[in-house]
């Protein structure tokens, strides 16, 4: 089994900044593509930002320049460093994981969602 938590939510004023961490633990062999998304009252779950399994990075076009997607190989875990925090970046943000799990010689890629954490950013 493979147990995601994310953390670092948290209100903030505009203009601040926040780090979001997401964990993954239990029988996994590696993890592939991470991904953030978020979820605004009312709206679609949109990502964010992602890091494929080499590094590579795309953001979404409102987050460009201000937040940082990095990754810990040894710890399974993706962070989401947010500067310059802006009202509208006020939802609840997931992490979303493609893990590589091996049971029995047969290899598995499965997506893992966080639970969520709260952002809220006050004008």
């Known amino acids: 089994q493979v147990q995601v938590v994310e953390s670092g939510g948290d209100l903030v004023q505009a203009g601040g900044s926040l780090r979001l961490s997401c964990a993954a633990s239990g029988s996994i062999f590696s993890i592939n593509a991470m991904g953030w998304y978020r979820q605004a009252p009312g709206k679609q779950r949109e990502l964010v930002a992602h890091i494929a399994s080499g590094g590579s990075t795309n953001y979404a076009d409102s987050v460009k320049g201000r937040f940082t997607i990095s990754k810990d190989n040894a710890k399974n875990t993706v962070y989401l460093q947010m500067n310059s925090l802006k009202p509208e970046d006020t939802a609840v943000y997931y992490c979303?994981?493609?893990?590589?799990?091996?049971?029995?010689?047969?290899?598995?890629?499965?997506?893992?969602w966080g639970q969520g954490t709260q952002v809220t950013v006050s004008s």
């Open positions: 979303k994981l493609a893990v590589i799990t091996v049971q029995a010689m047969d290899v598995m890629v499965e997506d893992y």
